[in-house]
Protein backbone atom coordinates (compact mmCIF):
# COMPACT_ATOMS: atom_id res chain seq x y z
CA UNK A 1 0.00 0.00 0.00
CA UNK A 2 1.48 3.29 -0.76
CA UNK A 3 1.76 6.02 1.51
CA UNK A 4 1.64 9.78 0.98
CA UNK A 5 5.65 10.85 0.88
CA UNK A 6 5.59 14.77 1.31
CA UNK A 7 8.45 16.61 -0.16
CA UNK A 8 10.32 19.80 1.21
CA UNK A 9 12.96 21.90 -0.08
CA UNK A 10 15.42 23.41 2.10
CA UNK A 11 18.58 25.84 1.25
CA UNK A 12 21.57 24.46 2.54
CA UNK A 13 22.56 28.02 2.94
CA UNK A 14 20.06 28.91 5.23
CA UNK A 15 18.63 25.76 6.71
CA UNK A 16 15.02 25.98 8.23
CA UNK A 17 15.06 24.35 11.53
CA UNK A 18 11.77 24.04 11.97
CA UNK A 19 11.10 21.83 9.39
CA UNK A 20 14.62 19.64 10.00
CA UNK A 21 13.07 19.23 13.48
CA UNK A 22 9.76 17.85 11.58
CA UNK A 23 11.91 15.42 9.87
CA UNK A 24 13.95 14.41 13.03
CA UNK A 25 10.62 13.47 14.42
CA UNK A 26 9.60 11.08 11.05
CA UNK A 27 12.86 9.48 12.06
CA UNK A 28 12.61 8.95 15.62
CA UNK A 29 9.19 7.48 15.21
CA UNK A 30 10.65 5.01 13.10
CA UNK A 31 9.41 6.52 9.27
CA UNK A 32 12.07 7.15 6.24
CA UNK A 33 12.98 10.20 4.48
CA UNK A 34 15.27 10.60 2.28
CA UNK A 35 17.68 13.63 2.34
CA UNK A 36 20.93 15.21 0.71
CA UNK A 37 24.71 14.60 1.36
CA UNK A 38 28.15 15.47 -0.60
CA UNK A 39 28.05 12.28 -2.00
CA UNK A 40 24.41 11.12 -3.38
CA UNK A 41 20.68 11.01 -1.83
CA UNK A 42 20.27 8.98 1.55
CA UNK A 43 17.18 6.70 2.55
CA UNK A 44 16.97 7.60 6.26
CA UNK A 45 15.88 5.43 8.71
CA UNK A 46 16.87 5.31 12.80
CA UNK A 47 19.87 3.46 12.57
CA UNK A 48 19.31 1.79 16.30
CA UNK A 49 15.51 0.80 15.57
CA UNK A 50 15.26 -2.67 13.69
CA UNK A 51 11.97 -1.86 12.41
CA UNK A 52 13.06 1.36 10.34
CA UNK A 53 16.15 -0.57 9.12
CA UNK A 54 13.38 -3.46 8.19
CA UNK A 55 11.25 -0.40 6.07
CA UNK A 56 14.50 0.45 4.36
CA UNK A 57 15.32 -2.58 2.94
CA UNK A 58 11.70 -2.95 2.06
CA UNK A 59 11.28 0.30 0.25
CA UNK A 60 14.52 -0.24 -1.76
CA UNK A 61 13.92 -3.51 -2.51
CA UNK A 62 17.42 -4.35 -1.27
CA UNK A 63 18.55 -7.86 -0.31
CA UNK A 64 18.32 -8.34 3.09
CA UNK A 65 22.71 -8.95 3.24
CA UNK A 66 23.36 -6.04 2.28
CA UNK A 67 24.68 -3.96 5.46
CA UNK A 68 23.27 0.01 6.07
CA UNK A 69 25.69 2.91 6.41
CA UNK A 70 25.33 4.32 9.92
CA UNK A 71 25.43 8.28 9.53
CA UNK A 72 27.21 10.35 12.79
CA UNK A 73 28.16 13.57 13.33
CA UNK A 74 30.87 14.08 16.52
CA UNK A 75 33.40 11.19 17.47
CA UNK A 76 31.85 10.53 20.70
CA UNK A 77 28.52 8.63 18.77
CA UNK A 78 31.14 6.95 16.65
CA UNK A 79 32.72 5.99 20.31
CA UNK A 80 29.34 4.55 21.28
CA UNK A 81 28.30 1.88 18.90
CA UNK A 82 31.55 0.18 18.16
CA UNK A 83 33.39 -2.26 20.50
CA UNK A 84 36.38 -0.37 19.78
CA UNK A 85 38.23 2.44 17.53
CA UNK A 86 41.69 1.60 16.43
CA UNK A 87 44.15 4.52 16.00
CA UNK A 88 44.15 4.88 12.48
CA UNK A 89 39.73 5.87 12.60
CA UNK A 90 41.00 9.01 14.91
CA UNK A 91 43.92 10.02 12.25
CA UNK A 92 41.69 9.50 9.71
CA UNK A 93 38.67 10.82 11.04
CA UNK A 94 40.76 14.12 11.44
CA UNK A 95 42.08 14.27 8.01
CA UNK A 96 38.81 13.15 6.40
CA UNK A 97 36.06 13.49 8.51
CA UNK A 98 33.23 14.86 8.19
CA UNK A 99 33.37 13.76 4.32
CA UNK A 100 33.00 11.13 1.80
CA UNK A 101 34.54 8.00 4.09
CA UNK A 102 33.20 5.32 5.18
CA UNK A 103 35.19 3.50 7.87
CA UNK A 104 34.08 -0.10 9.00
CA UNK A 105 34.58 -1.24 12.93
CA UNK A 106 33.67 -4.04 14.92
CA UNK A 107 30.66 -3.56 16.31
CA UNK A 108 28.82 -3.20 19.95
CA UNK A 109 25.03 -3.83 21.08
CA UNK A 110 23.28 -0.36 20.36
CA UNK A 111 23.52 -1.28 16.33
CA UNK A 112 21.10 -4.10 15.88
CA UNK A 113 22.02 -6.53 13.24
CA UNK A 114 18.92 -5.78 10.97
CA UNK A 115 20.77 -2.49 10.36
CA UNK A 116 23.90 -4.29 9.38
CA UNK A 117 22.72 -7.48 7.45
CA UNK A 118 23.43 -9.89 10.24
CA UNK A 119 26.98 -9.10 10.33
CA UNK A 120 29.62 -8.32 13.55
CA UNK A 121 30.89 -5.50 11.83
CA UNK A 122 29.31 -1.53 11.41
CA UNK A 123 29.85 1.09 8.23
CA UNK A 124 29.79 4.12 9.63
CA UNK A 125 30.04 7.87 8.01
CA UNK A 126 30.43 11.36 9.08
CA UNK A 127 28.94 13.19 6.14
CA UNK A 128 29.70 17.08 5.84
CA UNK A 129 26.49 18.43 3.82
CA UNK A 130 24.71 20.89 6.45
CA UNK A 131 21.38 19.30 5.80
CA UNK A 132 22.47 15.59 6.50
CA UNK A 133 23.99 17.24 9.22
CA UNK A 134 21.38 19.13 11.04
CA UNK A 135 18.83 16.01 10.40
CA UNK A 136 21.17 13.77 12.50
CA UNK A 137 21.09 15.92 15.52
CA UNK A 138 17.46 16.55 15.22
CA UNK A 139 17.02 12.49 14.91
CA UNK A 140 18.60 10.13 17.56
CA UNK A 141 21.63 11.03 16.32
CA UNK A 142 21.91 7.72 14.16
CA UNK A 143 20.64 7.54 11.04
CA UNK A 144 20.80 4.27 8.42
CA UNK A 145 21.40 5.73 5.06
CA UNK A 146 21.61 3.32 1.92
CA UNK A 147 21.00 5.33 -1.23
CA UNK A 148 17.74 6.70 -1.92
CA UNK A 149 17.35 4.43 -5.68
CA UNK A 150 15.18 1.28 -6.23
CA UNK A 151 18.28 -1.60 -5.53
CA UNK A 152 20.05 -1.96 -8.85
CA UNK A 153 19.23 1.47 -10.20
CA UNK A 154 21.90 4.17 -10.47
CA UNK A 155 22.17 6.54 -6.99
CA UNK A 156 19.85 9.42 -6.80
CA UNK A 157 21.95 12.76 -7.41
CA UNK A 158 19.12 15.16 -7.10
CA UNK A 159 15.78 14.99 -4.83
CA UNK A 160 13.91 14.78 -8.37
CA UNK A 161 16.12 11.22 -8.94
CA UNK A 162 14.40 9.99 -5.15
CA UNK A 163 11.28 11.05 -5.89
CA UNK A 164 11.24 8.74 -9.54
CA UNK A 165 12.07 5.49 -7.40
CA UNK A 166 10.48 6.10 -3.99
CA UNK A 167 7.42 8.02 -4.10
CA UNK A 168 4.43 6.15 -2.13
CA UNK A 169 7.06 4.16 -0.60
CA UNK A 170 8.46 7.10 2.15
CA UNK A 171 7.67 9.86 4.38
CA UNK A 172 9.64 12.71 2.83
CA UNK A 173 12.14 13.90 0.95
CA UNK A 174 14.41 16.76 1.51
CA UNK A 175 15.37 18.96 -1.62
CA UNK A 176 18.34 20.18 -1.07
CA UNK A 177 18.92 20.58 -4.49
CA UNK A 178 22.17 18.74 -6.69
CA UNK A 179 24.80 16.62 -4.84
CA UNK A 180 28.00 17.77 -5.06
CA UNK A 181 30.42 14.41 -5.63
CA UNK A 182 27.78 12.80 -7.01
CA UNK A 183 29.38 8.97 -6.25
CA UNK A 184 29.02 7.27 -3.18
CA UNK A 185 31.89 7.11 -0.41
CA UNK A 186 35.02 5.30 -0.11
CA UNK A 187 34.68 2.55 2.58
CA UNK A 188 37.73 1.61 4.41
CA UNK A 189 37.92 -1.19 6.52
CA UNK A 190 39.62 -1.20 9.78
CA UNK A 191 39.01 -4.59 11.20
CA UNK A 192 42.01 -5.69 8.88
CA UNK A 193 45.15 -5.76 10.09
CA UNK A 194 46.22 -3.04 7.51
CA UNK A 195 42.88 -1.34 6.31
CA UNK A 196 41.25 -2.42 3.20
CA UNK A 197 39.69 -0.64 1.05
CA UNK A 198 35.96 -2.07 -0.12
CA UNK A 199 35.04 0.46 -2.47
CA UNK A 200 36.22 2.96 -3.71
CA UNK A 201 35.20 6.56 -4.18
CA UNK A 202 36.50 10.84 -3.81
CA UNK A 203 39.02 9.92 -1.14
CA UNK A 204 41.70 7.99 -2.94
CA UNK A 205 43.99 4.71 -2.26
CA UNK A 206 46.94 7.64 -2.45
CA UNK A 207 44.94 9.95 0.19
CA UNK A 208 44.68 7.19 2.69
CA UNK A 209 48.21 5.77 2.24
CA UNK A 210 49.21 9.60 2.83
CA UNK A 211 47.96 9.60 6.56
CA UNK A 212 47.99 5.98 7.22
CA UNK A 213 51.02 4.03 5.48
CA UNK A 214 50.09 0.67 3.87
CA UNK A 215 46.46 0.32 2.76
CA UNK A 216 45.27 -2.55 0.94
CA UNK A 217 42.73 -3.02 -2.09
CA UNK A 218 40.28 -5.10 -1.72
CA UNK A 219 41.48 -8.23 -3.96
CA UNK A 220 37.76 -8.92 -4.50
CA UNK A 221 37.41 -5.42 -6.14
CA UNK A 222 40.45 -5.50 -8.90
CA UNK A 223 39.54 -9.08 -10.14
CA UNK A 224 36.15 -8.17 -10.38
CA UNK A 225 34.92 -10.66 -12.78
CA UNK A 226 36.62 -13.56 -11.63
CA UNK A 227 35.65 -15.87 -8.85
CA UNK A 228 36.58 -13.70 -5.91
CA UNK A 229 33.85 -12.28 -3.95
CA UNK A 230 34.17 -8.36 -2.68
CA UNK A 231 34.52 -7.98 1.08
CA UNK A 232 31.01 -4.69 0.66
CA UNK A 233 28.37 -7.43 0.50
CA UNK A 234 26.62 -4.41 -2.15
CA UNK A 235 29.75 -4.89 -4.64
CA UNK A 236 28.67 -8.15 -5.99
CA UNK A 237 25.32 -7.05 -6.95
CA UNK A 238 24.81 -5.43 -10.78
CA UNK A 239 24.53 -2.17 -9.52
CA UNK A 240 23.80 0.98 -10.91
CA UNK A 241 22.56 -0.23 -14.19
CA UNK A 242 20.79 1.51 -16.54
CA UNK A 243 17.90 -0.06 -18.51
CA UNK A 244 19.69 -0.21 -22.15
CA UNK A 245 22.20 -2.69 -22.85
CA UNK A 246 26.10 -0.26 -22.01
CA UNK A 247 28.98 -1.19 -23.18
CA UNK A 248 31.74 0.96 -22.15
CA UNK A 249 34.72 1.20 -25.20
CA UNK A 250 38.26 1.81 -24.39
CA UNK A 251 41.61 2.93 -26.50
CA UNK A 252 42.89 6.26 -27.14
CA UNK A 253 40.33 8.99 -27.83
CA UNK A 254 39.88 9.15 -32.18
CA UNK A 255 39.43 5.19 -32.09
CA UNK A 256 37.08 5.08 -29.24
CA UNK A 257 35.12 7.84 -31.41
CA UNK A 258 34.95 5.82 -34.60
CA UNK A 259 34.20 2.99 -33.01
CA UNK A 260 31.36 4.28 -31.39
CA UNK A 261 30.68 6.24 -34.40
CA UNK A 262 30.89 2.66 -36.58
CA UNK A 263 28.38 0.74 -33.91
CA UNK A 264 26.34 3.50 -33.74
CA UNK A 265 25.22 3.68 -37.34
CA UNK A 266 24.88 -0.32 -37.62
CA UNK A 267 22.57 0.11 -34.98
CA UNK A 268 20.52 2.87 -36.41
CA UNK A 269 20.40 0.81 -39.35
CA UNK A 270 18.47 -2.30 -37.42
CA UNK A 271 16.09 0.63 -35.87
CA UNK A 272 17.35 0.58 -32.67
CA UNK A 273 17.91 4.06 -30.77
CA UNK A 274 21.53 4.96 -29.11
CA UNK A 275 23.09 7.38 -26.33
CA UNK A 276 26.42 8.07 -26.19
CA UNK A 277 28.18 9.43 -22.80
CA UNK A 278 30.88 11.74 -24.31
CA UNK A 279 33.10 14.84 -23.31
CA UNK A 280 32.88 18.19 -24.10
CA UNK A 281 36.07 17.42 -26.50
CA UNK A 282 34.24 14.68 -28.35
CA UNK A 283 30.43 15.55 -28.40
CA UNK A 284 30.75 16.99 -31.77
CA UNK A 285 32.55 14.33 -33.28
CA UNK A 286 29.59 11.58 -32.88
CA UNK A 287 27.55 11.31 -36.06
CA UNK A 288 24.55 9.26 -34.89
CA UNK A 289 22.56 8.76 -31.36
CA UNK A 290 21.60 11.24 -28.57
CA UNK A 291 24.71 12.65 -26.96
CA UNK A 292 25.50 13.14 -23.53
CA UNK A 293 28.36 15.27 -22.34
CA UNK A 294 29.65 14.51 -18.87
CA UNK A 295 32.35 17.43 -18.68
CA UNK A 296 35.67 18.24 -19.93
CA UNK A 297 37.91 14.49 -20.47
CA UNK A 298 40.27 15.66 -17.46
CA UNK A 299 37.63 17.34 -15.54
CA UNK A 300 36.69 14.30 -12.99
CA UNK A 301 34.49 15.96 -10.56
CA UNK A 302 32.59 16.69 -13.41
CA UNK A 303 32.55 13.34 -14.68
CA UNK A 304 31.64 12.14 -11.10
CA UNK A 305 28.59 14.41 -10.82
CA UNK A 306 26.86 13.37 -13.95
CA UNK A 307 27.53 10.06 -14.44
CA UNK A 308 24.60 8.76 -12.42
CA UNK A 309 21.73 11.54 -13.61
CA UNK A 310 23.32 10.51 -17.64
CA UNK A 311 22.45 7.05 -16.81
CA UNK A 312 18.86 8.10 -15.55
CA UNK A 313 18.39 9.90 -18.92
CA UNK A 314 18.82 7.44 -21.27
CA UNK A 315 16.34 5.35 -19.01
CA UNK A 316 13.76 7.94 -19.57
CA UNK A 317 14.33 8.63 -23.18
CA UNK A 318 14.07 4.59 -23.29
CA UNK A 319 16.98 4.23 -25.54
CA UNK A 320 17.49 0.43 -26.97
CA UNK A 321 21.80 0.40 -26.23
CA UNK A 322 23.98 3.33 -24.86
CA UNK A 323 28.34 3.39 -25.70
CA UNK A 324 30.24 5.22 -23.42
CA UNK A 325 33.79 6.52 -23.29
CA UNK A 326 36.16 5.39 -20.57
CA UNK A 327 37.52 7.91 -17.76
CA UNK A 328 40.78 6.30 -16.39
CA UNK A 329 41.80 9.74 -14.92
CA UNK A 330 44.47 9.91 -12.28
CA UNK A 331 42.64 10.59 -8.87
CA UNK A 332 38.66 9.77 -8.98
CA UNK A 333 39.25 7.75 -12.00
CA UNK A 334 39.46 4.44 -10.53
CA UNK A 335 35.98 5.23 -8.64
CA UNK A 336 34.35 6.25 -11.67
CA UNK A 337 35.61 3.09 -13.51
CA UNK A 338 34.15 1.21 -10.93
CA UNK A 339 30.94 2.60 -10.79
CA UNK A 340 30.54 2.47 -15.21
CA UNK A 341 31.93 -1.16 -15.27
CA UNK A 342 28.92 -2.18 -12.67
CA UNK A 343 26.95 -0.63 -14.55
CA UNK A 344 28.03 -2.00 -17.53
CA UNK A 345 27.96 -5.78 -16.49
CA UNK A 346 31.74 -5.35 -17.48
CA UNK A 347 31.09 -5.16 -20.97
CA UNK A 348 34.47 -3.48 -22.41
CA UNK A 349 35.09 -3.25 -26.26
CA UNK A 350 38.88 -2.77 -26.13
CA UNK A 351 40.02 -0.67 -29.94
P1 LIG B 1 25.06 2.26 -0.06
O1 LIG B 1 24.75 2.88 1.24
O2 LIG B 1 23.89 2.03 -0.93
O3 LIG B 1 26.16 3.04 -0.70
O4 LIG B 1 25.66 0.83 0.26
C1 LIG B 1 26.49 0.63 1.37
C2 LIG B 1 27.68 -0.19 0.99
O5 LIG B 1 28.47 -0.39 2.17
C3 LIG B 1 27.33 -1.55 0.44
O6 LIG B 1 28.21 -1.89 -0.62
C4 LIG B 1 27.58 -2.43 1.66
O7 LIG B 1 27.85 -3.75 1.29
C5 LIG B 1 28.76 -1.75 2.34
N1 LIG B 1 28.81 -2.05 3.78
C6 LIG B 1 27.99 -1.56 4.74
N2 LIG B 1 28.29 -2.09 5.94
C7 LIG B 1 29.32 -2.95 5.75
C8 LIG B 1 30.05 -3.83 6.60
N3 LIG B 1 29.79 -3.92 7.90
N4 LIG B 1 31.04 -4.57 6.04
C9 LIG B 1 31.31 -4.48 4.71
N5 LIG B 1 30.63 -3.68 3.86
C10 LIG B 1 29.65 -2.92 4.35
MG1 LIG C 1 23.57 2.08 -3.07
Redo the contacts with the bound molecule.
Keep these: MDIKTEMIKINPQAIDHEAIARAGEILKKGGLVAFPTETVYGLGGDATNPDASHKIYSAKGRPSD????VHITNMKALEEIVAQAPQAAYTLAERFWPGPL?M?FQKNDRIPYET?GG?D???VRMPSDPIARALIDASTGYIA???ANTSGRPSPTQAEHVAQDLTGKIDMIIDGGPVNIGL?ST?V?LTEDVPMI??PGYITLEMLQEVLGEVRVDPGLIAADSDRKP?????KYRHYAPKADLKVVEGETDAVVQKINRLSEELTAQKKSVGIIATEETKDQYRQGIVISIGGRDDEEAIARHLYGSLRQFDELGVDAIFSESFATAGMGQAIMNRLLKAAGHQVLEV
Excluded: C, H, Q, Y
Design positions: NPLITITMTVAAPSEIDLRKAPGM
